[in-house]
């Protein structure tokens, strides 16, 4: 299956791209976002979007219409508005930068690499009469696809002196070596990774999740990203160091709505209820989802290695649980969730 049609854009654009951000583009309009933002106000967009739009033209609009609709934004400060909206519109028409030039109709467009000469390569979707969000999920499964050619991607634009694949021999025979002098795999991965030490995780006042690391003369803060229902699931195996089954989550969803309600500035819609049964059904697969991205989020900040400390982990069938030792867990006091 092909996913989205390869365009190149000029070395000229006035914007440096990343691999997470996703662009809506037609011949007027330039309109960015993250993709981890788009997955948090998901369910605040579509229960705006319940009415069908005719033509995919009118969708831009429509998105900019939420943006300056006041009653969209309660429960957000005038600080976290601006920030929302100075990060997702642009004042340039990435359309015009596309080469060959072309007519450009509604379209999401993806990052995907910068060329030798300078050019950048993008994929484009282009927008059906069905809407945005059926275009969205094809861009979700291309970039979910890309997320294993990441590494390849920064190791070519870091110059490594080996390929992967040699790289990647040349460890394996050096880890050999060491097992024959005595040495498990474990005390390998401690030894191989041993200056990069554990970071506190902290639970802030608004249930964010932020990744402390002391230095000597300041503390370096990473925000962990995710969307406010994959934070609820990671915060409820957070509270129980003990560990959850899959097939017991329907004993839990009480639990899991408090959160993910506290979370949502104490909102409850149809869809907050329908979303908090599912991730807590076993025989569906929105619980494997929400793991798999809560994984992605700590990988982006600490790496694969070390996010294993800090993810949901456990074999098919059997208690999943976070193996952070809580010594390294942190919640600040009068928070709104709190440890249980």
């Known amino acids: ?62 998105i900019l219409q939420l943006l300056n609709d006041p009653s969209v934004w309660n429960g957000f400060t005038e600080n976290q508005q601006f920030e929302m909206k100075a990060g997702m519109l642009c004042d340039f028409s990435l359309a015009s930068y596309i080469q060959p030039a072309r007519e450009i109709r509604p379209s999401l467009f993806v990052y995907h690499s910068k060329q030798k000469d300078g050019r950048y390569r993008f994929q484009q979707f282009e927008i059906g009469k069905k809407g945005i969000w059926e275009t969205l999920q094809k861009v979700f499964t291309y970039m979910d696809l890309k997320d294993e050619s990441y590494g390849r991607i920064y190791e070519n634009q870091a110059g490594f002196p080996w390929g992967r694949d040699e790289l990647v021999r040349q460890m394996q025979e050096c880890a050999h070596k060491l097992m024959d002098m005595g040495m498990d795999e474990d005390e390998i991965r401690e030894n191989l990774f041993q200056s990069e030490k554990l970071k ?42 003990e560990g959850i089954n899959f097939s017991y989550l329907p004993d839990y969803r009480e639990e899991l709505m408090e959160i993910y309600k506290k979370l949502m500035n104490y909102r409850t819609t149809a869809s907050m209820l329908k979303s908090v049964e599912d991730v807590t059904d076993p025989l569906k697969n929105s619980i494997n989802e929400k793991c798999a991205r809560i994984r992605r989020a700590f990988t982006d900040v600490v ?20 193996v952070l030792d809580r010594a390294y867990v942190r919640w600040e006091k009068d928070g709104i969730i709190s440890e249980k």
Request: aromatic share 12%; hydrophobic share 35%.
């Open 200 to 241: 506190e995780l902290v639970v802030t006042q608004k249930g964010e999740l932020v990744l402390n690391s002391p230095r000597e003369k300041f503390i370096m803060m990473e925000g962990v990203k995710l969307a406010p229902l994959d934070r609820a699931v990671y915060l409820l195996f957070l509270r129980h160091p």
């Open 1 to 62: 299956m092909t996913y989205g049609l390869p365009t190149e854009v000029s070395a000229k654009m006035p914007y440096q791209p990343s691999i997470d951000e996703v662009w809506y583009v037609d011949e007027k309009h330039t309109f960015k976002i993250e993709r981890w933002k788009i997955e948090y106000y998901s369910e605040m967009i579509k229960d705006s979007m319940v009415n069908p739009v005719e033509y995919a033209e009118g969708y831009f609009s429509l």
């Open 303 to 322: 790496g694969n290695y070390m996010a294993s400390k800090y993810c949901i982990t456990g074999n098919r069938g059997e208690t999943k649980t976070i």
